[in-house]
């Protein structure tokens, strides 16, 4: 299926050292995954190899059976969409025009948008609360209202497969909160296969069925969260002491960290 993504001992590295060491990696079409590990661990990176920024130095990635490294930069635009941890924008483009670069890979060779692609924008902007600003310029938007500009565009690409880092890093709890259960639905009801880099373990517990835990760039753990998010695994992965527990309302995993202080 095209929303299937398949690593096979993918490794890549920076200078000398190892970033990934030989992750092998089979996600189903329409999983959400959230990708979690301390700082430095390769989640940035291992975002970048899957979305075709960086090429492994050993290992296959494939989307669906068709090898990544075979694909022409447009095929995979319209296959993957991707929310870098940065997004930079060259130019004083407005919100609306942004979001419809998105539809970029849909349209024929010097052609322009339709109405259609018009409406797609209009849309996976009004999902993601930033149609009151589509006439702003980008670079006049806060982060949390720029970060949800660069959320529609992404989904304005209509890909099956939606790759994310750190997408709710410049979001408030209420947008946090709505962007993923606004992927989560995606997901159940369009059969988007969502891989998203996280730093919050009560968000990933929350919003994920699946999530693959990293340390050093290797799989420390991957299963579904109650399986992954345990006080011994954090322990050795993140070298933290947690209370882990479970929510009454939601059944949902929680984290709480044992240590006051840092120094």
């Known amino acids: 299926m095209a929303g299937s993504i398949e690593l096979k001992g993918v ?41 075709g920024v960086i090429e492994p130095s050993s290992g296959e990635i494939s989307f669906g059976g ?21 997004s930079r924008i060259p130019f004083s483009y407005r919100a609306l025009e942004v979001v419809l670069s998105g539809r970029a890979p849909h349209l024929p060779a010097f052609g322009f948008e339709s109405e259609s692609d018009v409406a797609i924008a209009r849309q996976a902007m009004a999902d993601t609360d930033c149609m009151r600003f589509e006439g702003r310029r980008i670079d006049e938007l806060s982060g949390g209202e720029r970060q949800r ?12 497969i939606l790759l994310l880092d750190e997408p709710t890093a410049f979001l408030d709890v209420r947008h946090q909160a709505s ?41 420390a753990a991957d299963g579904a969260p109650r399986e992954v998010l345990t006080a011994e695994t954090i322990s050795r992965v993140f070298e933290a002491e947690v209370s882990v527990g479970l929510d009454s309302r939601t059944g949902n995993t929680y984290v709480i960290p044992l240590t006051t202080s840092c120094l």
């Open 66 to 86: 068709r090898l990544l490294r075979r694909m022409r930069p447009a095929e995979r635009a319209r296959l993957v969409a991707v929310v870098p941890q940065e």
């Open 11 to 51: 490794s890549f590295s920076y200078g000398a050292g190892d970033v990934v060491r030989g992750v092998s990696l089979s996600i189903g079409a329409g999983e959400v995954v959230g990708v979690v590990g301390p700082n430095g661990a390769g989640k940035s990176t291992l975002i970048k190899l899957i979305a």
């Open 179 to 219: 962007l993923h259960s606004l992927l989560a639905g995606k997901s159940a009801r369009e059969g988007l296969t969502i891989v998203a880099a996280m730093h919050d373990l009560n968000l990933a517990s929350a919003f994920c069925g699946r999530i693959v835990m990293i340390k050093d760039g290797s799989v």
């Open 149 to 160: 500009v660069i959320i529609a565009r992404a989904l304005s690409q209509e890909t099956p």
